[in-house]
């Protein structure tokens, strides 16, 4: 349906058609990023699910290659599902996946390159003894799934870790192997926490307390925390939290029970799901991938004949300054991307102005923003009445506040018939501190009515002497958006009807009552990636 082309995007990852969903197995293997990721052959909803396969040398431009993994077993006939891969000293490759059964009972596998010295690693070959690992005494089949990259102990074992429930508390089983061929289920649980259900593609790795470096998934000891990360199925968000890994104990704390994996800290308050992380040895960091499914309905996507795209991958580092943190940014690689950017340097946002600012087309548009708030206004306004503010349950950008919202507005038509703000807003608390929140407001997004229009976003930490900066990565129909160093982040997908190719705008606004804010915002146009079949 060509009404709909312009939603397809210029420079995130998706296939030429056809339903996608988590990302799988990423690594850096002989020059190339392989990316795999669940995919529907058949058509734009979810099932017959195979492992597509693609590989680019920048994470920008991308090769499709033949699917890799496809249902051809037993033990894999309802779909090839969630898995990921891990490199081994000597050279070999290793994916494991789960496989839904001919009985639909979630099995973990085997695979591995048919051929080592193909740096495209087209071929695949199935373990003859798959599966092997099914689940354990006492958890209903069809709660065992999506294994992890091995980390291989000081005693050289290799363990992984896979997620489960037990009735509503939230699990991740250990198991240790010295050849990926037989595995031990170690005694206990990495992890558990009660009432949060399924736990789905659990991501557990190390991060550096005092580097900038990302580590390999291996890495232990001095200096390092280790993160989990788990995607809940009943809410579909991804949750991480910072702890530390007992490695004999077989046990992962975190460091604050408040934040502990399910309850606390999201690695995005949009929509971004079953993420997965891989550490890159070419350039020394750690890579974080998420699912970014559509927003609008089912029959829209059967229209459109795709649906969900990949985010930009993220490199992920611990947030030093607040240790309970992941800071998430854009790979440094799509910053090729950018054309001639404009500068718009001090520009006083009065209350209540909004103001264009003059880009040609920004359905393509990297933008960085940075905000002060007028020093008196905030010394002067009371405690805010709501104290709890909370974006979701906010009127938006269109509620005043004292000292908020304000913010950008992308995807907005020259008349702001259809709009979505990325904002600030901040409270004062009875203790006199600030409260900030970084939210997106997508109710005036679309003039169409069958897509998601919710308002949301977190709380943002602040720190002394820091500036508001956001960032925002347009393009056509996804909006990823991150706020103070990439802290918070948030992801929304959104459908304008009007607010399309040259009719899409970027505004300034402010809507705080008692407060001007003095806004540079520097904005790129982006250019398209190449995201090509293959000649295979
Ligand atoms: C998460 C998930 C995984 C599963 C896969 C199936 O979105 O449900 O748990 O392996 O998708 O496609």
Known sequence: NNMLTWQ??????????????????????????????????????????????????????????????????????????????????????????????NESAQLQNLAYPANLSDPLL????????????????????????????????????????????AGRTGAAFVYETEDFKTYRLLPGVLHAVPGTGMWECVDFFPVSINSKNGLDTSTNGKGVKHVMKVSLDDDRHDYYSVGTYDVIANTWTPDNPQNDVGIGIRYDYGVFYASKTFYDQKKGRRILWGWISESDSEKSDVLKGWASVQSIPRTLLLDQKTGTHLLQWPVEEIESLRLDGKDFNNIKVEAGAVIPLDVESSSQADVVAEFEVDKAAVEAVEVSPNEEFNCASSGGASQRGSLGPFGILVLADP??????????????????????????????????????????????????????????????????????????????????????????????????????????????????????????
């Open 8 to 101: 397809r995007t210029g420079f995130h990852f998706q296939p030429e058609k056809n339903w996608m969903n988590d990302p799988n197995g990423p690594m850096y293997y002989k020059g190339f990023y392989h990316f795999f990721y669940q995919y529907n052959p058949n058509g734009a909803v979810w099932g017959d699910i195979v492992w597509g396969h693609a590989v680019s040398k920048d994470f920008v431009h991308w090769t499709h290659l033949p699917v890799a993994l496809v249902p051809d077993q037993w033990y894999d006939q309802n779909g090839v599902w969630s898995g990921s891969a891990t490199l081994l000293p000597d050279g070999q490759v290793i994916i494991l996946y789960t496989g839904s059964s």
């Open 415 to 536: 008349s702001r018939s259809e709009q979505t703000s990325l904002h600030f807003y901040i409270s004062k608390t009875s203790s006199g501190s600030l409260k900030t929140s970084f939210c997106t407001d997508q109710s005036r997004s679309s003039q169409a009515s069958d897509v998601n229009k919710q308002i949301y976003g977190s709380f943002v930490p602040v720190l002394q002497g820091e500036k508001l900066s956001m960032r925002i990565l347009v393009d056509h129909s996804i909006v990823e958006a991150f706020a103070q160093g990439g802290r918070t982040s948030i992801t929304s997908r959104v459908y304008p009807t009007r607010a399309i190719y040259h009719n899409a705008r970027i505004f300034l606004f402010n809507n705080a009552t008692d407060a001007s804010v003095l806004a540079s915002v520097k904005i790129w146009p982006m250019n398209s990636a190449s995201i090509q079949a293959s000649s295979h």
């Open 122 to 165: 087209v071929d695949w070959v199935k373990y003859p003894g798959n599966p092997i690992i099914g689940p354990p005494k006492g958890i209903y089949k069809k709660d065992f799934r999506d294994p992890t990259t091995a980390w291989r102990t000081s005693e050289g074992k290799w363990r992984i870790t896979v997620g489960s429930k």
